[in-house]
């Protein structure tokens, strides 16, 4: 079962830019890699996916020309580049891999990173 480890969360001011990694603990192709946040009181809710032959990325629509997912196949690493960041990007960010489906639910993924935090102030 593979292991994801996230990093690069932190604090930053409203228009400001964060990477977040994601590094796996195997050879994660073939599996779907998305990014999802939660913010308190708040559902899990998708950000960014990669699809499995990593041909295709997906976004919300929340966050669609603002932040870019990207891998390092060599360092089995997924990122997440975040810019132009609002205070309403504040949450807990997650990597996750899974088999898909619905590609920006919970439910298309079955291992789940800890989480690092994002806060974003005005």
């Known amino acids: 079962q593979v292991q994801l480890v996230e990093s690069g969360g932190g604090s930053v001011q409203a228009g400001g830019s964060l990477r977040l990694a994601c590094k796996a603990s195997?050879?994660?192709?073939?599996?779907?890699m998305g990014w999802f946040r939660q913010a308190p009181g708040e559902e899990r809710e998708g950000v960014a996916a990669?699809?499995?032959?990593?041909?295709?990325?997906y976004y919300a629509d929340s966050v669609k020309g603002r932040f870019t997912m990207s891998q390092d196949k060599a360092k089995r690493t997924v990122y997440l580049q975040m810019d132009s960041l609002k205070p309403g990007d504040t949450a807990v960010y997650y990597c996750?891999?899974?088999?898909?489906?619905?590609?920006?639910?919970?439910?298309?993924?079955?291992?789940w990173g800890q989480g690092t935090q994002v806060t974003v102030s005005s």
């Open positions: 990669i699809s499995a032959n990593r041909e295709t990325t």
């Open positions: 996750a891999a899974g088999f898909g489906g619905r590609i920006l639910t919970v439910s298309a993924y079955k291992n």
């Open positions: 195997s050879n994660t192709y073939g599996l779907y």
